[in-house]
């Protein structure tokens, strides 16, 4: 588990990127091309977390604003059923956001209507939804 969340840390990604890969396919793959996730996760420089309600891939970034503060990026989150997993895990983003330093909480995604979706906490940026941490 990560910071008391239900997600999480995977140990092996080579072994449990055949699992991982059939939540990944078909998904936005604007940045999130299969190959470069596995090796982004098995290099370090994201984080892979399971949980029963999905899949996570998180890399913590410089905020793209200059400020000099860390943004939790969320690369692909994947439901394992019902869509909706960065909205039902929003309090579980925050607290690994918190626990790693980040004041923002960012992803990117092709789908219309996203904006409709999220709550009035997150502002659109091109294609880009971030929000403060904690929602504020």
Not at 27 to 44: Q, T
């Amino acid at each position: 588990m990560i910071s008391g969340t239900p997600f999480k840390i995977v140990p092996n990604i080579d072994a449990a990127w055949p699992e991982i890969a059939a939540l990944v396919r078909g998904v936005d793959p604007v940045d999130n091309a299969g190959d470069d996730l596995w090796r982004d996760c098995r290099e370090g420089r994201a984080l892979c977390l399971t949980s029963d309600d999905g899949l996570l891939i998180l890399e913590l970034q410089p905020a793209w604003d200059g400020s000099g503060t860390l943004d939790l990026f969320v690369r692909m989150a994947v439901a394992k059923g019902e869509r909706g997993t960065i909205q039902r895990n929003e309090a579980h983003l925050d607290a690994i956001a918190r626990e790693l330093g980040a004041s923002k909480i960012a992803f990117h995604t092709l789908r219309r209507g996203m904006s409709k979706a999220l709550g009035p906490a997150w502002a659109e940026r091109y294609t880009a939804f971030e929000r403060a941490v904690n929602g504020i």
